[in-house]
């Protein structure tokens, strides 16, 4: 299968529900995305909160009202149909998931696609780094922070991170490379003192699986694409959707473009 | 004088109209932004343009509407008085120049502040560059393109790109020096050929003042702020408010701290 295709034919397979997993591991070099959908009434003040938090919410593209279509990421492809699974927050509560949200959909609805971790972890592998949960095989654990995002309208919470346990060298390392790629949350927010960012315990994440932090090992926080979820429990719109955790939007762009896609004017 | 207030006493000078002048090496160090204020009912539309045109509108901070105060960039500042002169916009049309706005103010403007390019002619200077506009003490010469921005509801239109030569070593690093500034315009979108970009004339710039290119030297082409401007000529909103070019908004933020702005999270 031509590169050209993967991401595509992923979609594809999604779209006539022939694949339901978490994307993590498809269609390897093409970027993913997280999915916040919100009412119109309601966008002004989300695309402020991503401006105003571009770690958790590092925006790559706004599909507007009337259309399904990531014309510039994914030309062709359909918001409501292409993510293997979602959830759907009505009044604060996340009431279900769902491999469609065709039938939910309204006229109103504005798509916001955000960078994933996802695009950063292979960069990091290629550079020698050992990825924790890569390794091990399962989710990264997440924890809700006593730092709160920067308000905007109705949205407003805590930020989520999520944790990878490197070595002193390699966390210095691991923050250079993802400094560098402030289109997936950028550096790490923290590395080191889990109590003095507001986690109790380590081994309880609030999203995600425990991580095995072997000694010598200092435990480092990204700002996580999940912090939109935790926000849209706070805000009570009456209806809104995202993917569900690890059930990504898969991009027809290239890893290695996602560096130059701010640069881009034509 | 204190580093803390030379940006707030220049403010103060400003609102008390003893200081009308282009901001231009005036409390020097510290940020100063491009302004954009329109009607909430154009500002979605304004920030996804925005978001989508990020070389030209690098935007810094958004003051909603109901509030006339940068609170992270310039906290006690009034945006309706704090800049030397603005240009007032009206279907279409710059009516007029004016010291203060106050009087045709809106409770529904919505406020933003974009990066300027007066961010990285410093690092161009401290680094050994030869700032043309600066040793000849004239304003940029600023360009028109046959590039189109990303439109956004209304807002479409034609990039504008300000010039500066250098020799094509020199141009080299400032790339490299500007790139790393994504917050001020980031890296130039074009250098050497003028017509391949839309330029018939490098001599006859649509704003500013023609440039001496010396032998040996290439055009080196920014996306500029002044860019917006252009965009709301044909928007045609009811009522729109700029900077005028060169007197621009002098923030509380430390230039040195611009590199960061974005990764901080408290």
Same mark, same amino acid.
């Given at each position: 299968m031509s590169e050209e295709l993967a991401s595509r034919a992923l979609r594809e397979e999604i779209r006539s529900c022939r694949f339901e997993n978490v994307t993590s591991g498809q269609a390897m070099g093409f970027v993913q995305a997280n999915l916040v959908v919100v009412p119109q009434a309601y966008a002004f003040d989300f695309l402020l909160f991503c401006q105003r938090?571009?770690?958790?919410? $590092?925006?790559?593209?706004?599909?507007? !009202?009337?259309?399904?279509?990531?014309?510039?990421?994914?030309? #062709? +492809?359909? =918001?409501?149909?292409?993510?293997?699974?979602?959830?759907?927050f009505r009044d604060g509560v996340m009431t279900e998931e769902k491999t469609t949200v065709q039938d939910i959909w309204q006229d109103d609805f504005v798509s916001f696609l955000l960078g994933c971790s996802f695009s950063?972890?292979?960069?990091?592998?290629?550079?020698?780094?050992?990825?924790?949960?890569l390794t091990d095989g399962v989710n990264v654990p997440?924890?809700?922070?006593?730092?709160?995002?920067?308000?905007?309208?109705?949205?407003?919470?805590?930020?989520?991170?999520?944790?990878?346990?490197?070595? $002193?060298?390699?966390?210095?390392?691991? !923050?250079?490379?993802?400094?560098?790629?402030?289109?997936?949350? #950028? +550096?790490? =927010?923290?590395?080191?003192?889990?109590?003095?960012?507001?986690?109790?315990?380590?081994?309880k994440p609030d999203y995600g699986v425990p991580a095995n932090i072997r000694e010598g090992e200092v435990?480092?926080?990204?700002?996580?694409?999940?912090?939109?979820?935790?926000?849209?429990?706070?805000?009570?719109?009456?209806?809104?959707?995202?993917?569900?955790?690890?059930?990504?939007f898969v991009t027809d762009l290239r890893e290695e473009k996602l560096k130059m896609f701010r640069e881009t004017v034509r």
């Amino acid at each position: 299968m031509s590169e050209e295709l993967a991401s595509r034919a992923l979609r594809e397979e999604i779209r006539s529900c022939r694949f339901e997993n978490v994307t993590s591991g498809q269609a390897m070099g093409f970027v993913q995305a997280n999915l916040v959908v919100v009412p119109q009434a309601y966008a002004f003040d989300f695309l402020l909160f991503c401006q105003r938090n571009p770690k958790p919410c $590092p925006l790559l593209e706004v599909v507007e !009202a009337g259309s399904v279509e990531p014309q510039r990421m994914a030309p #062709g +492809a359909d =918001i409501r149909t292409d993510l293997p699974r979602y959830r759907v927050f009505r009044d604060g509560v996340m009431t279900e998931e769902k491999t469609t949200v065709q039938d939910i959909w309204q006229d109103d609805f504005v798509s916001f696609l955000l960078g994933c971790s996802f695009s950063f972890e292979k960069p990091l592998l290629d550079s020698g780094l050992e990825v924790r949960n890569l390794t091990d095989g399962v989710n990264v654990p997440m924890y809700r922070l006593n730092i709160a995002c920067r308000p905007s309208g109705p949205f407003e919470g805590p930020l989520v991170v999520s944790m990878r346990p490197f070595t $002193p060298e390699d966390a210095i390392k691991a !923050a250079l490379i993802t400094g560098a790629m402030p289109e997936v949350h #950028g +550096a790490p =927010i923290h590395m080191g003192n889990p109590a003095a960012i507001g986690i109790s315990d380590i081994d309880k994440p609030d999203y995600g699986v425990p991580a095995n932090i072997r000694e010598g090992e200092v435990p480092v926080f990204w700002a996580c694409g999940v912090t939109p979820q935790e926000i849209l429990l706070n805000a009570k719109l009456p209806l809104a959707i995202t993917h569900a955790p690890g059930h990504m939007f898969v991009t027809d762009l290239r890893e290695e473009k996602l560096k130059m896609f701010r640069e881009t004017v034509r």
